[in-house]
C-alpha cells in the first residue's frame, strides 16, 4: 500500500510540474507578435505558456527582484547584456530587427514634419524605444524642435495608444507598431544609421525549463509569422 501510494503520489507531483507555464518575459513591442505564437506552440508541444509584457527595463527590475521566468526577451543588447553580466539570464540570441518610425492619427491631416503641432510621444528615457527616438531626433536635426513637446510614456505601446486615440499629435514608435495598424499613419521612417541598431534578444534564464522555446522562435515557422508582423531576422537587420 505504501508503495502504491508512493507511486501514485510521484505521477501526481509530475503531472502537476508538467502543467507548470513556460514563463516568457518580454518587452511591450513583442506582445502582439508573440502571443498567437506561443498559444501555437502551446497547442503543439503540450506545454502552457504564461507571457508577461512590459518595458524592457521593467522586466529587468523584476527578474533583479526573483521574478520566475524561463525566457527573456529584451528590445536591446544592453539590457540583456546586463542580465547576463548579473547572472539573470544566459547563452542570448539575437533573434530579430526592428525599424524606427513616426506616426500620427490616421486621420491627421498633417503631411510633412513641418506641420506637426501639439506635444508628440516618446518612450522614457531609459527604455529602448524611448532611446532609439532621442538618438535618431537628434541624428535628423529634429530634436531642438520637437523635444520641448515631448511627453513621455513608461513602454512603447502607451506611446502607441496616445497617438492611436489622438492624444497627442506624434509619437515615435517602432516600425512594427504601425505595421499594418489602422489606426496610425506613417509620417516618417528614421534611416537606419541614424540610431543604434533595434535589436531584440532572446535567453534563457539559469535552470529554466523551455522545453525548447527558444529554439522553436529561431525556426523557420516562427520566423515568418514574426516577419509577417514585421520585424526582420536577426540576420538581415536594416
Known amino acids: 500500500m ?10 501526481s507531483c509530475t503531472r502537476a510540474l508538467s502543467e ?18 506561443l498559444e501555437a506552440w ?12 512590459a518595458s524592457t ?3 529587468v527590475s523584476q527578474l533583479q527582484s526573483g521574478a520566475p521566468a524561463d525566457l527573456v526577451l529584451t528590445a536591446d543588447t544592453t539590457w540583456m547584456q546586463l542580465l547576463v553580466d548579473n547572472g539573470w539570464a544566459q547563452s542570448p540570441v539575437h533573434l530579430l ?8 492619427p490616421a486621420d491627421s491631416p498633417v503631411q510633412a ?11 522614457g528615457e531609459q527604455v529602448p524605444a524611448g532611446r532609439y527616438a532621442e538618438q535618431a531626433l537628434r541624428a ?7 523635444s520641448p513637446r515631448a511627453r513621455r510614456g513608461d513602454n512603447v505601446r502607451t506611446v502607441l495608444a496616445w497617438v492611436s486615440r489622438g492624444q497627442v499629435s506624434a509619437a515615435v514608435v517602432y516600425g512594427t507598431d504601425a505595421h499594418n495598424n489602422s489606426k496610425v499613419r506613417v509620417l516618417h521612417r528614421f534611416a537606419p544609421e541614424s540610431h543604434s541598431p533595434i535589436e531584440i534578444w532572446a535567453a534563457s534564464t539559469p535552470d529554466a525549463q523551455d522545453f525548447g522555446l527558444l529554439r522553436a522562435l529561431s525556426e523557420p515557422t516562427a520566423q515568418t509569422h514574426l516577419t509577417t508582423a514585421g520585424f ?3 540576420a538581415s537587420a536594416p
Open 2 to 11: 505504501l508503495l502504491l501510494a508512493a507511486i501514485a503520489c510521484t505521477l
Open 20 to 37: 507548470e507555464p513556460v514563463r516568457v518575459y518580454a518587452a511591450a513591442s513583442l506582445g502582439p507578435a508573440l502571443t498567437p505564437l
Open 42 to 53: 502551446s497547442q503543439d508541444s503540450g506545454h502552457p505558456t504564461a507571457l508577461s509584457t
Open 57 to 59: 527595463p521593467r522586466i
Open 97 to 104: 530587427s526592428n525599424t524606427l518610425v513616426l506616426v500620427v
Open 113 to 123: 514634419l513641418a506641420e506637426l503641432q501639439g506635444p508628440i510621444a516618446l518612450a
Open 140 to 146: 535628423e536635426g529634429l530634436w531642438a524642435s520637437l
Open 232 to 234: 526582420s531576422p536577426a
